[in-house]
């Protein structure tokens, strides 16, 4: 799955850790999403949408697959 996470936590100038402290995950798992070695849950997903105030779909797009 492409995921645009990393682009959306640069414009906010947050390192990996900060996003991961928002999202209440470890900052491996945010490295991990970022480069497409692990799918964010539903949960975890929806948590992403709601920090970055846009719809899932805009940030996660599954059409690769």
Avoid: C, Y
């Amino acid at each position: 799955m492409i995921n645009k996470l990393k682009v959306l936590r640069a414009m906010r100038n947050w390192s990996q850790a900060e996003l991961a402290g928002h999202l209440d995950v470890s900052r491996q798992a945010v490295n991990a999403i970022e480069t497409g070695k692990h799918d964010p849950s539903l949960p975890l997903a929806f948590r992403i949408a709601r920090l970055f105030e846009m719809p899932i779909e805009e940030i996660f797009d599954d059409s690769e697959v």
